[in-house]
């Protein structure tokens, strides 16, 4: 064989395709929760209908586009977790290709949307996530998943899905109940 490619740009390491969406990469990670109304309404300030409404919508004007990942901004939130514990920032990119879900969980059989609770659920297919090699060994990356009580791949992807859950949620419910734009106002017309 006179010449041999190893790599032909298929495999999308450190990029987002729809491969990643669709296959999966890595760990395959689905967090989930369920939010009572009150917490939605007090820590959120929104309530579980309204946050759900504007995530669909959010999705659907994603998918219109073309968007590969159908999230907010977990791409932010995968982000500080990498610096955080020694993964390789690049892999953000391919990371990210995930899917939020917001749905109401009716309670006591009521129809009343108003009294529905928050169901939650974020699932990211190909979180490129290691525990040993590259940076994981330095001593402040190591300390942190001590902290943690983390001690394979698989448990520190857990925490990762968490966080980016968690990240999620608070990220909608800034937009949907304006916060977000306020507080960039407040900030940059004083």
Not at 29 to 45: I, Q, R
Not at 97 to 115: C, I, K, P, Q, Y
Request: hydrophobic share 40%.
């Amino acid at each position: 064989i006179p010449e041999m490619y190893i790599e032909g740009g298929f495999n999308t390491g450190k990029r987002v395709s729809v491969i990643h969406t669709l296959l999966g990469k890595g760990h395959s990670m689905v967090a989930e929760c369920k939010v009572p109304a009150d917490v939605v309404k007090n820590v959120l300030h929104t309530t579980p209908h309204r946050l759900q409404r504007f995530q669909k919508m959010h999705n659907r004007t994603n998918e219109f586009i073309g968007g590969i990942s159908c999230t907010a901004h977990v791409a932010n939130g995968l982000a500080a977790f990498y610096l955080a514990s020694g993964q390789d920032p690049a892999c953000v990119a391919e990371s990210q290709a995930a899917v939020t879900h917001f749905d109401l969980e009716m309670r006591n059989g009521s129809t009343d949307l108003n009294e529905a609770d928050l169901y939650a659920s974020m699932t990211l297919n190909s979180l490129i996530i290691a525990s040993v090699g590259g940076g994981t060994q330095l001593p402040a990356f190591k300390a942190a998943r001590s902290m943690m009580g983390i001690k394979s791949a698989n448990e520190l992807a857990e925490v990762c899905a968490a966080v980016a859950l968690g990240g999620e949620m608070s990220f909608y419910a800034a937009m949907e109940s304006a916060e977000f734009t306020k507080a960039h106002w407040n900030m940059t017309h004083k």
